[in-house]
C-alpha cells in the first residue's frame, strides 16, 4: 500500500488544504525528517503528521473521516493522508506499548458503562490532564495500547504531549464519574469517562463516540 501513496497522490490532496498550511505541512517534515529517531518514518509520514497537527486541519479532515463511515470510497477525499496517519501511528507504536492518556471536549457524549466505543476518527489525546483549552464538558481518561506517542514530531513539537489514537481502536466504558471527580487534573470535569482498551473494530457492535 505504501507504495501506493505516492508523493504526486499526496500533493493532489493537498489541493483540499489552504495552500499556507500545505507548504507549512512540507517545512516541517523537512526539520522533523532531520531529528527524526525512528527510521522507518518517512518525509511523508511526517508531512502528514505536521498537516494533522496543525490549526485548522485535523477539524475538517476528522469530519470526513466520521462521515465517509467504513466505507472509503472514490468519494473520500483524503486517502493518503489517512493511510499515512494510520501507518505512522503503527510505526511509532510497534510494540503495542499501552499508556494512559486524556482527552479534553467541549461537547456531550452518550454511553453506559460496559459500552464498546471507538471514537471514529483519529483522537487526539495528551499525557498531560490540564489543557483545560479543549473543553471541561465531556472528559477521558484512556488506556490506548494502539495509540502513538508524537513526541517532537508534532507541528506543536511536544508542548501537548499528544498521543494519537486510531479510529480502529475499540474501548469499553469502564467506569463514568459524575460527582465526587477527584481525578488529578480533571476535576474541572462535568463528566469523566474512563476507558480501557479493548481490542480493535472488527464485526462487533461497538458505539461510535459522537458528540
Not at 487526539?124 to 465531556?138: A, C, N, Y
Request: hydrophobic share 30%; aromatic share 12%.
Amino acid at each position: 500500500m505504501m507504495k501506493l501513496v505516492q508523493p504526486e497522490y499526496f500533493e493532489k490532496e493537498s489541493k483540499e488544504f489552504p495552500a499556507k498550511q500545505w507548504k507549512a505541512a512540507k517545512r516541517c517534515a523537512k526539520r522533523k525528517l532531520e531529528q527524526r529517531t525512528d527510521p522507518d518514518l518517512t518525509e511523508l509520514h511526517l508531512t502528514a503528521i505536521c498537516l494533522y497537527t496543525a490549526n485548522d486541519v485535523y477539524g475538517p479532515f476528522n469530519k470526513a473521516v466520521r462521515k465517509q463511515g467504513d466505507e472509503y470510497t472514490s468519494s473520500f477525499q483524503f486517502h493518503s493522508l489517512h493511510y499515512l496517519l494510520a501507518s505512522a501511528i503503527q510505526i511509532l507504536n510497534n510494540k503495542y506499548t499501552c499508556r494512559t492518556t486524556y482527552r479534553r471536549t467541549k461537547f456531550k457524549f452518550t454511553g453506559n458503562v460496559n459500552h464498546k466505543i471507538r471514537f471514529g476518527s483519529f483522537a487526539s489525546s495528551s499525557l498531560k490532564t490540564t489543557l483545560t483549552r479543549f473543553g471541561d464538558e465531556s472528559c477521558f481518561q484512556i488506556k490506548t495500547c494502539l495509540g502513538a506517542y508524537l513526541n517532537n514530531y508534532s507541528a506543536l513539537n511536544s508542548y501537548e504531549e499528544e498521543v494519537l489514537i486510531p479510529p480502529y481502536e475499540v474501548f469499553k466504558i469502564t467506569k463514568i464519574i459524575t460527582e465526587d471527580n477527584n481525578i488529578e487534573g480533571l476535576s474541572d470535569c462535568k463528566v469523566v469517562y474512563i476507558l480501557k482498551h479493548e481490542g480493535v473494530k472488527s464485526q462487533l457492535n461497538c458505539k461510535v463516540a459522537h458528540n
